[in-house]
């Protein structure tokens, strides 16, 4: 069979397959043996006081915010809620948004346990852990604003702990299919 000179094929316009994969193959490699640095993680405390330097303080109207990321899934999660128990709850990963009404014995518990953990010292942060929950905490209200991180390497003993699963719980009951 002849070739045309059309059927050529020009090997210096076609890079070698190793150029091409390589980067691909460097970035899986690093992911499976655990190699990518962890998310940045502030280097300096979070505030355990209001932007007036006045103690926090829990008083009408206040606006919860709670974010879950991570994990070895990629999880990307968010609660909202308000102070008159409206909520929202969100799966990024998922496409998922479900708005409901807290009972008045949720909104109870969920406002005792923003009250311990409102001053409490909170300002150092999370450990470094690549594969773990991490937790956001934002408090905007009357007193001002208050906020802390965390996750599940620096989770127990740590007093946002308790508000956190009680967090996450509520979370996970709203977005149950």
């Known amino acids: 069979m002849e070739r045309l000179a059309s059927d050529r094929i020009d090997r210096a316009a076609v890079p070698p397959l190793g150029r091409l994969f390589a980067p691909f193959a460097l970035v899986f490699v690093a992911a499976a043996c655990g ?3 962890p998310r940045a993680t502030p280097s300096t405390p979070v505030p355990t006081q209001t932007e007036s330097g006045e103690p ?3 008083a009408n109207p206040w606006d919860l915010t ?6 070895i899934a990629g999880l990307s999660r968010s609660l909202q809620v308000v102070s008159s128990g409206e909520a929202l709850a969100r799966d990024q990963r998922m496409g998922r948004e479900v708005s409901f009404q807290l009972l008045a014995a949720e909104r109870a518990n969920l406002e005792a346990a923003l009250s311990s953990v409102c001053g409490a010292a909170l300002g150092t942060p999370p450990p470094n852990c690549a594969d773990c929950f991490q937790y956001a905490v934002r408090l905007e209200g009357v007193g001002g604003r208050f906020e ?12 946002g702990a308790e508000l956190i699963d009680l967090l996450r719980s509520m979370l996970e009951e709203a977005l149950v299919e």
Do not use: K, R
Not at 66 to 71: E, K, L, P, R
Not at 149 to 156: E, M, P, S, T, V
């Open 56 to 58: 926090c303080v829990l």
């Open 148 to 159: 802390f991180l965390a996750n599940d390497a620096g989770l127990a003993g740590h007093p």
């Open 35 to 37: 190699g990518l640095p």
């Open 66 to 71: 709670f974010d879950q990321s991570g994990g």
